[in-house]
């Protein structure tokens, strides 16, 4: 017999003896061992009988089959009973993680020619089967990544108007799905907070999921893991909006691919909102199935581009207004907004070291003083690697003009050192594909990913290739 909880009254107990006894007489012992030998008694609380399932998959299946004769069997038994709770807790072990309930009806439809299964009889009480909340799926919001907070500029404002729309649509869906792309730190998950934040203020009762495909993967896992996929697919494809950060992490991963193509599919087609976020164009997303990158691309794809010096100055400026510092001059502004140009994070994190400092050792703030402090930062900025300079050691190791390498000739002692700029841009810079492209006289992103792929093809059966490679990138790197 299935452990009982030892919260439970004694009587209780039992009465649930005598409910499972005539189950299994009813059922077989077959159909017993399978669905109800499982289930125990966690309590009688409030005229509910609550009781304890190892898995959601066993819940779901006892829920929709077997729930309204134990409410029966238990009215029968004990009258004071009025309705029954399956929840998913293993007593003293460990399973699959439960939260608060939330009361669902389960249909009153006689039981098909399931084996085992039984059509409920007499009165239809109240079940109730215990879902993980969506609260618990989603991942927090940062309450600074709000709209209020994003400071707007040429670089991210179409990003920044696509969001916007879609958070302000009431129940309508302006663009699905809307697909924000870009490098690292420039906005891209302030956005994503930003929208299911405004849409959680502006009507609490839609269910909004944000979460970063890593972690749909993580549930997705779990789910097989636990033999649980049915619960899974039921609660991301009952999100009103669903939201998946850096897209990217899924490249690859064929079976999570799979599960998030069809979920994907089922809410578009339940005009359900879905905005994803990557690192990359739908179409450069490589290793992404290409029927996926295709939806992926179907509604409006939105590029955050590399910030400009006036866009950084503005963020620095509104980074200073919301914190309240007002003794950092503007001369020290100026220079971080010049000397930090790759993202806004190492920004933002380049102002709160020098305000830090300042605070902490009493030191008034001038730019000799964040020079100081920035020593580390300051130098890894000007090691970066860019384009311009791949292009000009690459040219210079095989003797050609620089201007070659935007040129449109064709021939081979132009075109493979030109293959290699963009192989060793694609891998030593966070620039995308259509940025490198446009470095090298405004190429398509098709012909980038062509030259990545032949240099890498030509890395394995080419060893005069490999060695200039890796002569290279090693020169660039030090």
Same mark, same amino acid.
């Given at each position: 017999?299935?452990?009982?909880?030892?919260?439970?009254?004694?009587?209780?107990?039992?009465?649930?003896?005598?409910?499972?006894?005539?189950?299994?007489?009813?059922?077989?012992?077959?159909?017993?061992?399978?669905?109800?030998?499982?289930?125990?008694?966690?309590?009688?609380?409030?005229?509910?009988?609550?009781?304890?399932?190892?898995?959601?998959?066993?819940?779901?299946?006892?829920?929709?089959?077997?729930?309204?004769?134990?409410?029966?069997?238990?009215?029968?038994?004990?009258?004071?009973?009025?309705?029954?709770?399956?929840?998913?807790?293993?007593?003293?072990?460990?399973?699959?993680?439960?939260?608060?309930?939330?009361?669902?009806?389960?249909?009153?439809?006689?039981?098909?020619? =399931?084996?085992?299964?039984?059509?409920?009889?007499?009165?239809?009480?109240?079940?109730?089967?215990?879902?993980?909340?969506?609260?618990?799926?989603?991942?927090?919001?940062?309450?600074?990544?709000?709209?209020?907070?994003?400071?707007?500029?040429?670089?991210?404002?179409?990003?920044?108007?696509?969001?916007?729309?879609?958070?302000?649509?009431?129940?309508?869906?302006?663009?699905?799905?809307?697909?924000?792309?870009?490098?690292?730190?420039?906005?891209?998950?302030?956005?994503?907070?930003?929208?299911?934040?405004?849409?959680?203020?502006?009507?609490?009762?839609?269910?909004?999921?944000?979460?970063?495909?890593?972690?749909?993967?993580?549930?997705?896992?779990?789910?097989?893991?636990?033999?649980?996929?049915?619960?899974?697919?039921?609660?991301?494809?009952?999100?009103?909006?669903?939201?998946?950060?850096?897209?990217?992490?899924?490249?690859?991963?064929?079976?999570?691919?799979?599960?998030?193509?069809?979920?994907?599919?089922?809410?578009?087609?339940?005009?359900?909102?879905?905005?994803?976020?990557?690192?990359?164009?739908?179409?450069?997303?490589?290793?992404?199935?290409?029927?996926?990158?295709?939806?992926?691309?179907?509604?409006?794809?939105?590029?955050?581009?590399?910030?400009?010096?006036?866009?950084?100055?503005?963020?620095?400026?509104?980074?200073?207004?919301?914190?309240?510092?007002? $003794?950092?001059?503007? $001369?020290?502004?100026?220079?971080?907004?010049?000397?930090?140009?790759?993202?806004?994070?190492?920004?933002?994190?380049?102002?709160?070291?020098?305000?830090?400092?300042?605070?902490?050792?009493?030191?008034?703030?001038?730019?000799?003083?964040?020079?100081?402090?920035?020593?580390?930062?300051?130098?890894?900025?000007?090691?970066?690697?860019?384009?311009?300079?791949?292009?000009?050691?690459?040219?210079?190791?095989?003797?050609?003009?620089?201007?070659?390498?935007?040129?449109?000739?064709?021939?081979?002692?132009?075109?493979?050192?030109?293959? =290699?700029?963009?192989?060793?841009?694609?891998?030593?810079?966070?620039?995308?594909?259509?940025?490198?492209?446009?470095?090298?006289?405004?190429?398509?992103?098709?012909?980038?990913?062509?030259?990545?792929?032949?240099?890498?093809?030509?890395?394995?059966?080419?060893?005069?290739?490999?060695?200039?490679?890796?002569?290279?990138?090693?020169?660039?790197?030090?």
């Amino acid at each position: 017999m299935a452990e009982t909880d030892k919260s439970a009254h004694p009587l209780h107990e039992e009465q649930w003896t005598a409910i499972r006894t005539h189950l299994q007489e009813e059922l077989g012992d077959a159909a017993f061992r399978s669905w109800l030998k499982p289930l125990s008694l966690r309590r009688i609380e409030n005229g509910e009988a609550q009781i304890a399932a190892p898995t959601r998959f066993l819940r779901d299946w006892v829920s929709a089959r077997y729930a309204a004769r134990i409410a029966e069997l238990w009215n029968q038994m004990n009258p004071d009973v009025r309705s029954v709770a399956i929840d998913v807790i293993v007593i003293g072990g460990v399973a699959a993680p439960v939260s608060t309930s939330q009361q669902s009806a389960l249909p009153t439809s006689n039981a098909s020619n =399931v084996p085992g299964e039984m059509p409920a009889r007499g009165p239809y009480l109240r079940l109730r089967a215990v879902e993980e909340d969506i609260d618990d799926l989603s991942s927090p919001l940062n309450p600074r990544f709000s709209f209020n907070e994003f400071v707007v500029g040429k670089p991210n404002e179409f990003a920044h108007a696509a969001a916007r729309r879609v958070a302000d649509a009431d129940n309508s869906v302006p663009f699905n799905p809307l697909y924000l792309y870009g490098g690292v730190g420039l906005g891209k998950t302030h956005l994503m907070h930003a929208i299911a934040s405004h849409i959680r203020q502006r009507d609490p009762t839609r269910r909004v999921l944000y979460l970063s495909a890593e972690k749909f993967m993580y549930h997705f896992v779990r789910a097989l893991r636990y033999k649980d996929t049915m619960a899974f697919k039921e609660q991301f494809r009952s999100a009103d909006v669903l939201m998946i950060d850096d897209v990217q992490f899924i490249c690859g991963k064929d079976s999570t691919q799979e599960e998030f193509f069809h979920t994907f599919n089922v809410l578009i087609d339940h005009n359900r909102q879905v905005v994803i976020s990557g690192d990359r164009s739908p179409s450069d997303l490589d290793e992404m199935e290409e029927r996926l990158r295709s939806r992926l691309g179907w509604g409006l794809v939105a590029d955050i581009h590399a910030t400009t010096y006036e866009l950084r100055l503005g963020i620095l400026h509104a980074k200073i207004e919301s914190s309240g510092v007002t $003794d950092v001059p503007q $001369d020290v502004l100026e220079f971080l907004a010049r000397r930090i140009s790759s993202n806004i994070r190492e920004l933002e994190m380049a102002l709160n070291r020098v305000t830090a400092h300042a605070t902490l050792v009493g030191r008034q703030i001038d730019l000799d003083m964040a020079q100081e402090v920035l020593r580390d930062v300051l130098r890894a900025s000007e090691r970066r690697i860019t384009i311009e300079e791949i292009q000009r050691r690459v040219a210079e190791h095989y003797n050609i003009k620089l201007s070659e390498m935007s040129s449109e000739r064709r021939a081979r002692a132009v075109a493979r050192p030109r293959q =290699v700029a963009m192989f060793l841009s694609k891998q030593l810079t966070s620039r995308s594909l259509p940025e490198i492209g446009r470095k090298f006289g405004g190429r398509d992103h098709t012909t980038v990913m062509h030259a990545v792929r032949r240099i890498e093809e030509l890395r394995q059966s080419d060893a005069a290739i490999a060695e200039d490679v890796d002569l290279l990138k090693r020169t660039l790197e030090s």
